[in-house]
């Protein structure tokens, strides 16, 4: 197999060396070498270690991810529906993953203020709480030029007032244990909304707010490819974001 020089440049990128990487994700640093020297492919819970450790995702380190097709049976068994809108997403569907999450709720979004005014996101969260789960919730920096410039985009130029208003509506949940409130000025690509093991993606394009964007429904599989190409670029937004 060709050497792995995508990882070999990360590795170079982050400051870490293949030992450090080995430690970091609990393999022995002979297997890091032959992910290089040989282009040799980890199991899947390594895999998703190592993009995080690495702050890439796993198809840019192992692109040939993109065409196996076990990876592609394994992506199409995730996929539970799809929408053509956000807006087209039944009620019923937001109100049941919400209701049902224990665990694990993420949000990331601009401003989300449907879930508030809809869904009683600030009443989910209070609960989830109370029961030991654990809350982050991600909205964009209504002083940031990157939120002012999306919402000029999308045509929406009160964008900035909508992410404070949320920010503000979820002010009095931010304390509670379990519970992380923090702003960002990323431009997504994405807003993410996770579950448990449940993600909504409504991916965004140029031009277009997300509530005329699609909504995919994935549900986390025995591989989780794109569960968790969604769940790493949560966390790379939360990563670089700062408390609301």
Partial sequence: MAANQRIR???????MTASALAGAVGVDPKSVERWISQGRVPHPGT?????????????????????????????????VQLWPTRESVPGDVWRSLLTRTTERLDVLAYAGGFLVEA???ASEIERISAAGGQVRVLLGDPESEAVRLRGLNEGLPALPERARST????????????????????PLYASIYRFDDEVLANPHTHGAPAKDSP?????????????NYYAAAFD?????????
């Fill in 215 to 227: 909504v995919f429904h994935y549900q986390r599989a025995a591989e989780a490819y794109l569960f």
């Fill in 9 to 15: 440049s990360a590795l170079t990128s982050s400051g």
């Fill in 236 to 244: 790379r937004v939360w990563k670089d974001a700062t408390p609301a």
């Fill in 47 to 79: 895999r998703a270690r190592v993009a995080e450790a690495l702050g890439h995702d796993e198809t840019y380190l192992w692109p040939q991810l993109l065409l196996d097709s076990r990876a592609a049976s394994s992506a199409q068994s995730e996929l």
């Fill in 119 to 121: 869904y009683g996101l």
């Fill in 167 to 186: 920010l503000e509506y979820l002010a009095h949940v931010k304390g509670l244990p379990g519970v992380d409130v923090r702003q960002h000025d990323a």
